[in-house]
């Protein structure tokens, strides 16, 4: 999918991100995973701030990043609603140039299903962040149950033409192919949501 209809098909869904923003099913994981979370943090894939709840105010400054203008509008009335320290970039992912050792912290959460290249941007992350900071991970892939494994892969054109993500994606293959360094892997929902703690390769 070209870029330029991909930034319009999440154009069009922040409404429906703002409605989900406080998804009890996912309320106890991103507490879970965002309080690992702090000092200079770059979140990718911001959204519409749906993680903002979960930080520690006094003990983070957040950069977002999306490449839809209208999730970063969103996500930017989200930190004033929190009284969030926040600055945002609207920038496609692939293009984004950060200076290496930049972040202690860089937080991702249910993005990675909408990368072209997955490897290749969580090996950004291990450049952007620094040597003792940490990478924080909170994605869908695979179930490990067959039958459920077997319909994502069936579904997943359809499913990616409508939403722009895919719903077929290995993560143990993705993490096991980057270069970062995995201290923690949690799984839930048949293995198909996957927590991760991990650290740069320097």
């Known amino acids: 999918m070209k ?3 991909l930034i319009k098909k999440y154009d069009k869904q922040v ?11 996912f309320a106890e994981l991103r507490n879970k995973l965002i309080k690992n979370a ?3 943090v770059l979140e990718v894939g911001v959204g519409a701030g749906a993680n903002f709840s979960y930080y520690d105010r006094n003990n983070v400054e ?26 945002f970039i609207q920038d496609d992912i692939d293009e984004l140039i950060i200076e290496p050792n930049s972040f202690d912290s ?14 290749a941007t969580l090996n950004k992350f ?36 409508i939403t722009g993500c895919h719903c077929n994606r290995n993560i143990d ?3 096991e192919g980057s270069i970062l ?3 923690q892997i949690e799984r839930y929902w048949a293995d198909i949501i996957y927590l991760i703690r991990a650290k740069p390769i320097k």
């Not at 900071?133 to 033409?161: A, C, R, W, Y």
Request: charged share 25%; hydrophobic share 35%; net charge positive.
């Open 38 to 40: 702090y000092g200079k």
């Open 62 to 87: 957040i950069t977002g990043v999306d490449f839809s203008p209208e999730m970063i509008k969103s996500a930017k009335r989200t930190a004033s609603n929190f009284q969030m320290k926040a600055e």
């Open 3 to 5: 870029k330029e209809k």
């Open 173 to 175: 293959k993705i993490i």
């Open 126 to 161: 291990n450049s952007w962040c620094r040597e003792d900071g940490v990478i924080l991970l909170m994605e869908h892939g695979l179930s490990s149950n067959s039958l459920l494994s077997f319909t994502q892969k069936m579904i997943d054109p359809l499913h990616t033409k």
């Open 15 to 25: 409404k429906m991100y703002e409605s989900k923003r406080a998804n009890q099913k």
């Open 181 to 183: 360094q995995v201290d």
């Open 106 to 119: 860089i937080v991702s959460t249910l993005s990675l299903c909408s990368y072209p290249d997955p490897i």
